[in-house]
């Protein structure tokens, strides 16, 4: 073929250019929420920084709406709890008789569970909730709450009154508790080292919160529930007032992909996700929690084989 032809060919748009990826990020929430943040970040970020490649984030309203999404085939790539991913992988609760092959490339933070009260309450133990009025602070903290009880030998249906307070309304459960509508409350961390409200009530006069340790039933729980749950240890001095370390129980924030997702493309995703967080992290404050350190052993599935290329390649202990 002549060079001139060539040039004219190419000038029409005649000749094939390399084919064109499309990755679909599930993007958890809405405006505020970290996992909806970071994935509106990257998904231009991968646009730009991997050829041939276009990244869109799609809304989408749960984690467990992200890993269905992600099991159909509608997302290849999503942040989920690392409670639904497990439930995903074993083909229990919603995806019982349906195994997803669900593969980790990069982990988050902890969503860190509080039990909090009031000094005055005398509450010192989870098992002193019965009788009590509980209250949870998210629609997707119920499951969690209820197995922390069943776990502490409580009856969630006959030894407590519960009240579930929803994202949409932040505050209420701590006014509610302010007010001693209610004697304690079930709280998880989303995004941040601390639940915003607790923070709020520890500043406010004339109020003495007190965390709840929850290391006693994490035996059970892991028991029961596995690598879904993990011991946490929330530092004193973190919340003002604070004079000491409270034990409890934790489980990881995940960027995870089914692991037919295409290895190369996944690696160079993983890479990005890890050398580009300080960016990342203008989008969300969770982003600072992205790290190197620490990874073996902490997915409770495995880790995609594109990420454990780019794990290899750095030397990641454990890879």
Same mark, same amino acid.
């Given at each position: 073929?002549?060079?001139a032809?060539?040039?004219?060919?190419?000038l029409?748009g005649?000749?094939p250019?390399?084919?064109q990826?499309r990755?679909t990020?599930?993007?958890?929430?809405?405006?505020?929420f970290?996992a909806f943040?970071l994935?509106?970040g &990257?998904?231009?970020?991968?646009?730009?920084? /991997?050829?041939? #490649?276009?990244a869109?984030?799609?809304?989408s309203?749960?984690f467990?709406d992200?890993m269905?999404?992600?099991?159909a085939g509608?997302?290849?790539?999503?942040?989920?709890?690392?409670?639904? #991913?497990?439930?995903?992988?074993?083909?229990?609760?919603?995806f019982?008789g !349906?195994?997803v092959?669900?593969?980790?490339?990069a982990l988050?933070?902890?969503?860190?569970?509080?039990l909090? =009260? /009031?000094e005055?309450?005398?509450?010192?133990?989870?098992?002193d +909730?019965? *009788?009590k009025?509980?209250?949870i602070d998210?629609p997707?903290?119920v499951?969690d709450?209820?197995r922390?009880?069943?776990?502490a030998?409580?009856d969630?249906?006959?030894? #407590?009154r519960?009240?579930t307070?929803p994202?949409t309304?932040?505050g209420a459960?701590?006014?509610?508790?302010?007010?001693k509508k209610?004697?304690?409350?079930?709280?998880?961390?989303?995004?941040s080292? =601390?639940?915003?409200d607790v923070f709020d +009530?520890t500043?406010? !006069?004339?109020?003495r919160?007190?965390?709840i340790?929850l290391?006693?039933i994490?035996?059970?729980v892991?028991?029961e529930?596995g !690598?879904?749950?993990?011991? &946490?240890?929330i530092?004193r001095?973190?919340?003002?007032g604070?004079?000491s370390?409270v034990?409890t129980? !934790?489980?990881?924030a995940? /960027?995870v992909? /089914?692991?037919?997702?295409d290895?190369?493309?996944a690696?160079?995703i993983t890479?990005? &996700?890890y050398?580009k967080?300080?960016? +990342?992290a203008?989008f969300?404050y969770?982003a600072?929690?992205?790290?190197?350190?620490?990874?073996? *052993?902490?997915s409770p599935v495995?880790f995609?084989?594109g990420?454990v290329?780019?794990?290899?390649e750095?030397g990641?202990?454990? &890879?």
């Amino acid at each position: 073929m002549g060079t001139a032809l060539i040039i004219l060919l190419i000038l029409l748009g005649s000749v094939p250019s390399a084919t064109q990826a499309r990755v679909t990020i599930a993007a958890t929430v809405g405006p505020g929420f970290f996992a909806f943040d970071l994935m509106n970040g &990257f998904a231009p970020m991968i646009s730009r920084s /991997l050829p041939n #490649v276009t990244a869109v984030a799609e809304r989408s309203p749960l984690f467990l709406d992200t890993m269905q999404r992600i099991a159909a085939g509608r997302a290849d790539l999503g942040i989920v709890g690392s409670v639904i #991913v497990v439930d995903a992988f074993l083909g229990e609760e919603v995806f019982r008789g !349906s195994r997803v092959p669900v593969r980790t490339l990069a982990l988050l933070h902890d969503f860190v569970y509080h039990l909090v =009260t /009031l000094e005055e309450t005398g509450i010192g133990a989870i098992g002193d +909730l019965r *009788g009590k009025r509980v209250g949870i602070d998210a629609p997707g903290t119920v499951r969690d709450a209820l197995r922390w009880l069943r776990a502490a030998g409580i009856d969630p249906d006959q030894d #407590v009154r519960m009240e579930t307070f929803p994202l949409t309304t932040p505050g209420a459960w701590a006014v509610a508790l302010r007010e001693k509508k209610i004697d304690a409350v079930f709280a998880v961390t989303l995004g941040s080292p =601390t639940v915003p409200d607790v923070f709020d +009530l520890t500043m406010t !006069s004339g109020i003495r919160v007190r965390l709840i340790p929850l290391d006693a039933i994490l035996p059970a729980v892991q028991r029961e529930f596995g !690598s879904r749950y993990h011991a &946490f240890m929330i530092k004193r001095g973190l919340y003002p007032g604070m004079t000491s370390d409270v034990p409890t129980i !934790s489980a990881s924030a995940e /960027l995870v992909a /089914l692991e037919a997702f295409d290895a190369n493309l996944a690696y160079q995703i993983t890479k990005l &996700f890890y050398e580009k967080r300080s960016e +990342l992290a203008q989008f969300s404050y969770a982003a600072q929690y992205i790290s190197l350190i620490g990874l073996a *052993g902490r997915s409770p599935v495995p880790f995609h084989p594109g990420a454990v290329r780019y794990f290899q390649e750095r030397g990641v202990a454990g &890879f």
